[in-house]
Nanobody, 127 residues
Framework: QVQLVESGGGLVQAGGSLRLSCAASGRTFSSYAMGWFRQAPGKERELVGGISWNSGTTYYGDSVKGRFTISRDNAKNTVYLQMNSLKAEDTAVYYC????????????????????WGQGTQVTVSS
């Protein structure tokens, strides 16, 4: 069982930055791939990015590539999402997810979002 708690959301002006954190419970955190998703009002949940269990591989959605960075600290059971150059269209509830992946193929990130979820944190970007 893994419990996830996001923090760091808030209101920021366009062009600004925020860093989200996702703290995980459990001693097996380092075994899990982690993902960040977001959902804006009236839209489907979208995969923002993911990171493998050992930080060896990452994935970013096209809409955030070059602006967002995912990292993790397995000693602290925490995954981060650094968001720079924020835009109004980044406004959404951001969720982290943990998945125990057995393999990391070329499209490993498609397997994210099936095991454990956090409760979400609101990010609002004012234009």
């Amino acid at each position: 069982q893994v419990q996830l708690v996001e923090s760091g959301g808030g209101l920021v002006q366009a062009g600004g930055s925020l860093r989200l954190s996702c703290a995980a419970s459990g001693r097996t955190f380092s075994s899990y791939a982690m993902g960040w998703f977001r959902q804006a009002p009236g839209k489907e949940r979208e995969l923002v990015g993911g990171i493998s269990w050992n930080s060896g591989t990452t994935y970013y959605g096209d809409s955030v590539k070059g602006r967002f960075t995912i990292s993790r600290d397995n000693a602290k059971n925490t995954v981060y999402l650094q968001m720079n150059s924020l835009k109004a269209e980044d406004t959404a509830v951001y969720y982290c997810a943990a998945d125990l992946l057995r393999t990391y193929g070329s499209r490993w990130y498609l397997a994210l979002g099936h095991d454990y979820w956090g409760q979400g944190t609101q990010v609002t970007v004012s234009s």
